[in-house]
């Protein structure tokens, strides 16, 4: 059932933000729910979400588990607009309050204690575009959907199941916004790995070939260029 | 694989101020943006003072656009225009914080045995030109969209003591996620009861943050990818996009007054002049 999407205010995410130390055992616990409605809380974003996808959500850590994770965040946020996507605010909401089971069984342990605190910090809240593309719990799978969604638009979970067949592809694409902001380049380099299947697990041969696109794609214009003549380009930095 | 003034390509690029060619020019004119929400219009009209490129363009063999890039939101798109005027729609909710557009000319199939009266000698009489590159390149121009412009500045510094540093010096450290401004205990103690009154503002404007922002346009100069993961970045530059500041090739005394709007003047009002020196 579809419920509106809140944003907090600035100065209650400033207050989250200040005081992750002495909410620790908030974070361990059940969390901030009782204060969902409270002041500050829940500004209306005028959009809609199912908060119902946050309960199916898989917390193990491991790259099948981002894929489907991925899917289901971006379908369910479909309606949030990259502008939206980069507020802190927002995300941050999620992270305490509709999707706090989800992210605090992801990535924080009861018996890890105070490095718990470091955790907090970066995966319940949104620093700066890192923080938003690769490290807070919703906001990371959103951008993967996002961008895997602009790579094949038609097919957005082939596009994710290789971004993130492995974090270093990931690291590689989605995190070299040189490479990521290029959507011809991007699903270019999605068809190589299909086409040639190593890239997929061999760890040297796909960062060799990201070097060499770099080398020899500085300053070529791959938005003016057809499907087949990207592929040649990039088959080209594979030998 | 940004496009860069100083970049070195092996084929000749019409670029202000570079040697290849030795007569010519190539701009893009853009009309301010216009959000008429939720659309934003762009309004764009190229001049290409080359009859080579021209001939070029008109041939089909190169093509005439430009790139319009927002980072924070992972827009880049090359939209080609014609050597009219050309009106664009975009989504206003595709862009968020600093928005780049760069005019460029791009060869869309090799080009072989390129003939021109004032290409630079240094290229051999009759050079190729290779498959989708670059022929020529405008420099960069930035506007900010929505409201992260004008986050106040107060929002992205945060004032830290350091008992390390000597009584009545500020350092700054731009690598945290708030710009980090140290100072002595005492010294820190003094500028929160400076913040306390309008004057006491006034005067930090002047004597902490302008030359802190000189310091950090000097510190980000050419080397933006160090600190565009720092949240604060995201607001200072969607800030220096509004007020034209360019962060590869700032002026720092000129820029850092700029961004904090001439705050000497500030001082000048007459009611605050009066309080200070009375």
Redesign the interface.
């Known amino acids: 059932m579809n419920c509106p999407l809140y944003y907090l205010s600035q100065s209650v995410h400033d207050d989250l933000e200040e005081k992750v130390e002495s909410n620790l055992e908030h974070y361990l616990d059940e969390g901030f729910k009782t204060k969902a409605g409270f002041p500050g809380w829940a500004i209306e974003s005028g959009l809609q979400i199912d908060p119902e996808v946050f309960l199916v959500m898989d917390p193990e850590s491991s790259a099948k588990a981002d894929c489907t994770n991925s899917l289901l965040v971006y379908n369910a946020l479909k309606s949030i607009s990259p502008a939206h996507a980069c507020d802190s605010r927002l995300w941050t909401r999620l992270t305490h309050i509709e999707a706090f089971d989800y992210s605090r069984a992801r990535w924080l342990k009861a018996e890890d204690g105070e490095k718990n605190i470091r955790q907090i910090e970066l995966h319940f809240f949104a620093k700066g575009r890192g923080g938003l593309r690769d490290d807070n719990s919703i906001a990371r799978l959103w951008w993967n959907g996002y961008i895997a969604s602009q790579c094949r638009p038609s097919n957005p979970e082939s596009a994710l199941k290789l971004i993130l067949s492995s974090a270093d592809i990931r690291t590689s694409t989605i995190e070299r916004p040189w490479i990521s902001f290029r959507t011809p380049l991007l699903a270019g380099i999605l068809r190589t790995m299909e086409h040639v299947e190593e890239l997929q697990y061999n760890r040297i041969l796909f960062r060799n070939f990201m070097k060499k696109v770099n080398a020899y794609g500085g300053g070529m214009v791959f938005e003016v260029m057809t499907e087949s003549d990207v592929d040649e380009f990039l088959e080209h930095c594979i030998k | ?3 860069r003034q100083d ?1 070195l ?1 092996g084929h000749p690029v019409l670029i202000r101020e570079r040697e290849d060619y030795l007569k010519g020019d190539f701009q893009l004119v853009f009309d301010n943006p216009v959000i008429e929400a939720p659309a934003m219009l762009i309004r764009v009209k190229p001049e290409v003072n080359s009859p080579d490129l021209s001939e070029l363009i008109h041939e089909g063999k190169a ?1 005439c656009g430009f790139y319009i ?10 939209i080609p225009v014609d050597l009219t005027e050309n009106l664009f729609k975009f ?7 600093a928005v780049r557009l760069r005019g ?1 000319i ?1 060869s ?1 199939e090799t080009i072989r045995g390129f003939q021109s009266r004032v290409l630079n000698p240094e290229f051999g009489e009759r050079p190729d030109l290779p ?4 022929l020529a390149l405008d420099d960069e121009q930035k506007f900010a ?2 409201q ?1 412009s004008k986050k106040p500045f107060e929002s992205i510094f945060s004032l830290v003591a350091d008992p390390s540093l000597p009584q009545g010096k500020v350092m700054v450290n731009p690598l945290a ?1 708030k710009i980090q401004i140290y100072a002595h205990p005492g010294t820190k103690a003094n500028i929160d009861e400076f913040r306390n009154t309008e004057a006491g503002r006034f005067v930090l404007l002047n004597a902490v943050y302008l030359p802190a922002l000189m310091q950090l346009l000097h510190d980000v100069a050419g080397q933006r990818e160090v600190y ?7 607001v200072f530059d969607a800030k220096c996009s509004a007020l034209g500041v360019s962060l590869d090739n700032p002026k720092p005394l000129e820029d850092a007054q700029k961004l904090l709007l001439d705050p000497f003047m500030r001082l000048e009002e007459k009611t605050i002049k009066e309080r200070l020196l009375s």
């Not at chain 2, 980072?71 to 090359?78: D, H, L, Q, S, V």
């Not at chain 2, 989504?91 to 914080?97: E, L, N, R, S, V």
């Not at chain 2, 498959?131 to 670059?134: E, G, L």
Request: net charge negative.
């Open positions: 694989m940004k496009f970049m390509f093509v890039i927002c980072e924070n939101t992972y827009f880049n798109r090359f989504d206003a909710h595709d862009f968020a914080g460029v791009v869309r498959a989708a590159s670059i969209v929505g992260i996620e565009e993961n720092k949240a604060w970045f995201a």
